[in-house]
């Protein structure tokens, strides 16, 4: 990277020097609010990854949300492809999950005793599911996966568990683990503050590699409680994998007595209502939700068949337990979502849309031979500065990309285009982005890659 680029973004105080001719938007009020956020809060966020320490400037301070767009606090308006992280298939602000949430709070917002509303949304997902039978509310995907991985535990009387280097599954102890050298390894934990002896229960290997994986087994045989994988790995770009090592990953599984686990915070409703496990027809014992579930209220979910959930307490003897699980308000903007989900058409036409998107975008960088690759699934697409066709491991990913990533993130940002801000992040596209608004981000996202790649 040229030293002068490198002082741009090295956050010193010619950070608005801008590289494109362009001015950069201003940012004026963000910054007021973040110098102020700095003095209530670590790092002056609630989640360390909106904190932008990987792109150029200070956060944006978001004011309102409309279809697929957003307005930060100085009035600048961004077409939205982060999108909550997920959660908003709809886009913001969704005139049916708006009133329903409102129709169901005039009555009050939270009981700690069952409601209607949690059977309401359970069998709608129940009845267009075929994977699980019994599932359980509970108010994030952390805690959703933390629960599946105690079920796995206490149903199989195991205590290791098999996750894979590049798949996140929020922040519980004995999942922030990370893969140390060698083909199969213990996690090293990947956060101060969680017990190297935790770690030694997770075992770490790489994604699309059987051989790792057996290898794995043949080592931990009748330790293995359960396999975890984001079946469609998202939150560390998007690792595509081959239906064939999920097919693999099923039969060994099955073969060694441990549950299967599809992590599908992100890809459920997300790749179609029965999520990844639908796309590829391979059935994993468990399955956790988040983000969509929730239509951008906090909910998670976990569930599998009537007989390892009868494992969870008061049926079983696996504890787990929530003051605001099943919250009613929360449950009301998860029906509301997951019924428009439902109509006919809806999935097919928000991939439609992401295919054509996506490809345009790879078409005009292939013409102009930029080192450029749209990946994408469903609606889903990830951005990636690379000339290698698929990318199927999380070592794969070559970390100095990520300049460029910065340098668009921020050209983009200044023509009205937000993108999540980390190279390593996933795009969405929501069923309130237009093909109006699409052809708008595709012209920024062209004039931003002839700046990223300008006198390459
Ligand atoms: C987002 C995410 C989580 C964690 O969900 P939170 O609601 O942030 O706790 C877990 N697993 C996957 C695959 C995710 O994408």
């Known amino acids: 990277m040229l030293d002068s680029i490198k002082k741009i973004f090295s956050g010193d105080a010619d950070e608005t020097v801008s590289t494109t001719g362009k001015p950069d ?108 039978k019994k599932l359980r509310f509970v108010s994030s995907g952390t805690e959703a996966v933390m629960s599946a991985i105690r079920l796995a535990r206490g149903y199989t009387k195991r205590d290791k568990i098999l996750k894979f280097e590049g798949c996140y599954h929020g922040h519980s102890d004995s999942l922030l683990v990370k893969a140390g050298s060698g083909l ?22 790489a994604l699309n590699d059987k051989a790792a994986l057996q290898k794995a087994f043949d080592e931990f045989k009748d330790q293995v409680a359960a396999v975890i994988i984001e079946p469609i790995p998202a939150n560390n770009g998007l690792l595509l994998q081959e239906k064939a090592f999920l097919q693999f990953l099923r039969e060994i599984c099955t073969q060694n007595g441990a549950l299967l686990i599809f992590d599908e915070v992100i890809s459920g409703f997300r790749i179609g209502f029965e999520g990844a496990a639908g796309h590829y027809q391979v059935k994993p014992d468990i399955i956790t939700y988040g983000k969509i579930i929730g239509g951008g209220l906090p909910v998670g979910a976990y569930g599998s068949s009537a007989e390892i959930m009868g494992n969870i307490s008061p049926e079983g003897a696996v504890y787990q337990a929530g003051t605001l699980s099943g919250n009613p308000v929360a449950m009301a903007a998860g029906i509301a979502q997951l019924s428009e989900l439902l109509k006919t058409g809806f999935y097919r036409d928000l991939h439609n849309k992401t295919e054509e998107f996506a490809e345009a975008i790879q078409r005009y960088a292939s013409a102009k031979n930029y080192i450029f690759k749209v990946f994408s699934i469903g609606s889903i697409f990830w951005f990636a500065f690379t000339d290698q066709e698929a990318i199927r491991r999380a070592d794969e990913i070559d970390p100095a990309s990520m300049d460029k990533f910065k340098m668009l993130h921020r050209e983009l940002i200044n023509r009205g285009v937000y993108l999540g801000p980390s190279g390593y992040e996933v795009g969405f596209i929501s069923s309130a982005h237009t093909k109006i608004d699409l052809e708008k981000a595709k012209r920024a996202i062209f004039e931003s890659l002839d700046v990223v790649f300008r006198g390459k």
């Open 184 to 205: 199969v390894t213990f996690g090293e934990t990947s956060s101060a503050g969680v017990p190297k002896s935790f770690a030694d229960e997770t075992i770490v290997v």
């Open 25 to 132: 938007i201003s940012r004026e009020k963000s910054a007021a609010l973040y110098a102020k956020a700095k003095t209530f809060f670590p790092g002056g966020v609630n989640s360390p990854v909106r904190a932008f320490k990987s792109v150029y400037g200070t956060p944006l301070f978001i004011e309102k949300g409309d279809g697929c767009y957003l307005w930060d606090a100085d009035g600048n308006q961004f077409i939205d492809f982060c999108c909550s992280w997920g959660p908003l298939i709809l886009g913001h602000n969704h005139s049916k999950v708006r009133e329903k949430v409102i129709e169901v709070m005039q009555h009050g917002m939270s009981f700690g005793a069952p409601t209607a509303l949690e059977n309401e949304l359970a069998e709608l997902i129940l009845k267009n599911n075929k994977f699980i």
